[in-house]
């Protein structure tokens, strides 16, 4: 036990060694800031969900959601992140010389893998649950029962998808493609959650129409259809839901054992292969043999802004951690996200319930309109292209001061990529609203218009950000995505965007009127910030040093 402790602690240490905070009062405050802004932003948008779903009695429906995302967003990140936390880290090469258990090591990096995934549960798991507990009156109870199913809830699929990632990389002497190796971990991996998400989804979809109307009309009955289908979700909705009683201590019982005996099962069986495939990788990877068989040298020329463009997009493809973090989320997320929506929704669709009926004709207001919009937006937070498009190139972002392109043309080049892959969500959302709940053309034009204008603002915001602070030093590519703290600010300017839509949305009635408004006021934006960096840009990239 103390190996593993202090082995986690030199990790941690290491994953955060380039992540230099000064401690000054000012940005000690301006993170406080913006941890409070963006805890304001989740109370705000929990009491409204509460109080909305608490009229159909299925306030409790709320907290699934939030713990079904602990779930899925714990399962998601550790894909892209376990292969190289437990494979492709700069440490790893420093620990197997040592006497050390493979079994210790691999606790260890689970533990790191934990700790990122409990920073982001403290905004979507313990702000909501905290809420929810307040509205409902909870007791000391319900609160104790929060911390232990907040400690225990991400173990199980952070070792689902380690397990599947140490599988894979047992054949790293077969695969010796270091690169290769990273993509087929991550596809197979995604195929799993996907296919998982199909499965649930169609044990659900076996469910009569009797049975589910009887949900509806019981309290919190929509809990027990959709919790049920998981092994660690379904005791613990049931302990939250019944926190003032035997039952939910017995929930929360049962919860602790599968927990400690699935982590126990599985540590035993990954520790038996992990060590192999680290030896392989560490001694035997390699990456790719860029030899040109031909020695003749074809030759394209392109229009200087065709060049640039697509020199960003190789460098975003060829690496594959860059591919994984920036390329992927945007493509991924939006089909991971809507499968348990498409479920929900086509499981109901037939019945004549006039609770249904009215959230579906909601999607056509200005409200509704909101309501998608914050959707599109919280998927925009996932595109980290323009927030890293001078970090990427580390040490080498130097030459743009040396090419012969004007600086604020680079900007707008490196920014292209970060803005094609956001138009994915963007019309992805609007064709699942238009089949599932029957937006029209005129409201899908609307959400079109205003969220393409935010997409083209958001990521000029970003490319500042990434001037102000590049994260020019780092050791290995995956630092540059995941131990960057520009990322506050992308989650700030996406929950600061998400509360305008939703606040808007109730306060103009006039689809017309709320998409002139929105328009006018991003083209606005876009023209001064555009003006901003075309006036300052020699200001603005005077960071970018040796």
């Known amino acids: 036990m103390k190996n593993i402790y202090n082995l986690t602690k030199i990790l941690l240490k290491n994953n955060f060694a380039k992540t230099k905070i000064k401690s000054k009062l000012g940005q000690i405050l301006l993170y406080l800031f913006i ?93 909501p649950m905290i809420t929810f507990g307040v509205l409902e009156g909870a007791g000391i109870l319900y609160y104790i029962m929060m911390i232990i199913i907040l ?110 005996l699935i982590y126990a099962i599985m540590i035993h069986i990954s520790s038996k292969l992990y060590l192999k495939g680290l030896v392989g990788v560490s001694y035997g990877a390699k990456t790719k ?15 200087t802004s065709t060049a640039y463009i697509k020199k960003e997009f190789k460098t975003l493809i060829k690496n594959p951690i860059y591919f994984m973090q920036c390329i992927l989320p945007p493509i991924l997320f939006p089909v991971i996200f809507s499968l348990p929506i498409y479920f929900s929704i086509t499981g109901v669709n037939d019945m004549d319930l006039p609770e249904m009926s009215e959230m579906m004709s909601v999607v056509n207001t200005p409200n509704g309109i909101g309501i998608i919009l914050c959707l599109i937006e919280f ?34 080049y490196k920014i292209v990529p970060s803005i094609i892959l956001n138009f994915i969500p963007i019309l992805y959302t609007i064709i699942v609203a238009i089949v599932l709940l029957k937006l029209n053309i005129i409201s899908a034009i609307c959400i079109f218009i205003i969220s393409g204008l935010l997409n083209i603002f958001e990521s000029y915001i970003m490319i500042l950000v990434d001037l102000n602070r590049p994260k020019l030093e780092w050791t290995t590519e995956y630092a540059v995505v995941k131990q960057n703290f520009n990322m506050l600010y992308q989650m700030t300017f996406g929950t600061i965007a998400i509360l305008g839509f939703a606040v808007f949305g109730n306060l103009i009635k006039n689809t017309i009127i709320i998409t002139l408004i929105y328009s006018i006021l991003f083209l606005i934006c876009i023209y001064l910030v555009n003006r901003y960096i075309k006036n300052n840009e020699v200001k603005l990239f005077k960071k970018i040093v040796l």
């Open 151 to 260: 400690i225990l809830l991400p173990i199980v699929p952070i070792l689902l998808s380690s397990f599947i990632v140490i599988l894979i990389m047992k054949f790293t002497n077969i695969i010796k493609n270091k690169d290769f190796v990273q993509y087929i971990s991550v596809a197979i991996c995604m195929v799993f959650v996907i296919a998982l998400q199909i499965l649930i989804g169609g044990v659900n979809g076996e469910v009569t129409t009797n049975q589910i109307e009887e949900m509806v009309i019981k309290a919190n009955g929509l809990i027990e259809m959709y919790s049920k289908n998981f092994i660690t979700l379904d005791p613990v909705m049931k302990a939250i839901m019944n926190f003032n009683n035997i039952e939910g201590l017995k929930n929360i019982a049962i919860f602790i054992l599968e927990t400690i």
């Open 379 to 412: 998927m925009f937070i996932f595109n980290f292209i323009a927030l890293t498009a001078i970090s990427r190139d580390g040490k080498n972002s130097i030459f743009m001061k040396y090419i012969p392109i004007p600086l604020y043309k680079q900007c707008i």
């Open 289 to 303: 043999n860029k030899k040109n068989s031909n020695n003749s040298v074809n030759i394209k020329t392109n229009k």
């Open 35 to 127: 941890f409070m802004y963006i805890a304001g932003i989740m109370i705000y948008i929990s009491v409204e969900a509460i109080t909305a779903l608490k009229i159909v009695n299925q306030q409790g429906l709320y907290i699934t959601v939030c713990l079904f995302g602990i779930v899925m967003v714990s399962l998601i990140r550790s894909i892209f992140t376990s292969i190289n936390v437990l494979y492709f880290s700069k440490d790893t090469e420093y620990i197997l010389p040592f006497p050390i258990n493979p079994k210790c090591i691999l606790i260890s990096k689970i533990n790191i893998l934990l700790l990122y995934e409990y920073i982001i549960e403290i905004f979507i798991g313990l702000i």
